[in-house]
């Protein structure tokens, strides 16, 4: 069922984020609810979530924090541990979605009202992008939705969902998602990516180098080739080539499967 989430006004959420900067977790705690003068939901599409399943979503993302350490500031290790599981529930569990997770606004109320707690344990600075929901691939809870939503696949089980979040990092799904229009917009392409990814022998320290010069040869195909319409086995196949050009651009060997 399409339920519409609650969503924060623009002015208030600035306000919001202006009072909660440089406050302990234990403050925002205490201030996180359920409900804001300047929530509001949009005006038609399904409907209003019930209050009930928003204090679940914030007791499931509680959870995950608590048990990597909040609210003593996460380390590298438990950040990414936090991120993986709360796409997985946001994507499985929350009911949002994409017509939903577009707005900005939707993801203001959960950090700033919600969750605000959770946002500064996770980003203790507390920076604009982060809370506001002005660059949705940087809020910290709207981004691992998109992540979790162009790897999710109903067939795949939890721990299918899991390995391919482990995959790339941000700045990796960032350089897809700015691609959006093309690339980041079509799961079935985003998974092949992760699938091929994952059986090739590539150096850390070329990843970033060797991302950008492959999406930038699936961009010049995708004026002539529908990946969508393509058998998965068929996609890896055309991605493994691409990726094979592309270190071979980038380091001059060929990679090893």
């Known amino acids: 069922m399409a339920y519409l989430f609650p969503r924060l006004l623009p002015k208030a959420a600035s306000e919001l984020r202006d009072e909660y900067l440089n406050r302990s977790v234990e403050y925002l705690r205490e201030r996180a609810g359920l409900s804001h003068p300047a929530m509001f939901y949009a005006a038609t599409g399904g409907i209003r979530l019930p209050q009930q399943r928003l204090a679940a979503l914030r007791e499931a993302v509680l959870t995950c924090a608590v048990e990597r350490g909040y609210p003593t500031k996460p380390g590298r290790r438990q950040a ?3 991120d993986i599981e709360v796409a997985t529930i946001l994507a499985r569990d929350s009911g949002i979605i994409p017509a939903e997770a577009v707005a900005g606004d939707l993801w203001a109320c959960l950090s700033l009202v919600v969750l605000p707690d959770v946002a500064a344990w996770r980003f203790q600075d507390f920076h604009r992008d982060r809370v ?10 709207g981004r691992l939705w998109w992540r979790a939503h162009l790897l999710y696949e109903e067939e795949g089980g939890r721990e299918d969902l899991y390995a391919s979040l482990s995959v790339f990092g941000e700045a990796a799904f960032d350089q897809i998602y700015a691609r959006r229009t093309s690339i980041g917009g079509s799961p079935h392409l985003v998974r092949a990516i992760v699938r091929v990814w994952q059986g090739l022998d590539v150096p850390s320290d070329m990843e970033r180098a060797l991302l950008r010069d492959f999406l ?5 195909l995708n004026a002539f080739m529908s990946f969508d319409s393509l058998p998965p086995e068929v996609l890896d196949q055309e991605l493994e080539v691409l990726f094979r050009e592309s270190f071979a651009a980038t380091a001059g060997t060929p990679v090893a499967a």
């Open 80 to 82: 990414a541990g936090f």
């Open 132 to 141: 506001l929901g002005t660059d949705v691939t940087r809020h910290v809870f």
């Open 216 to 220: 930038k040869r699936v961009l010049r």
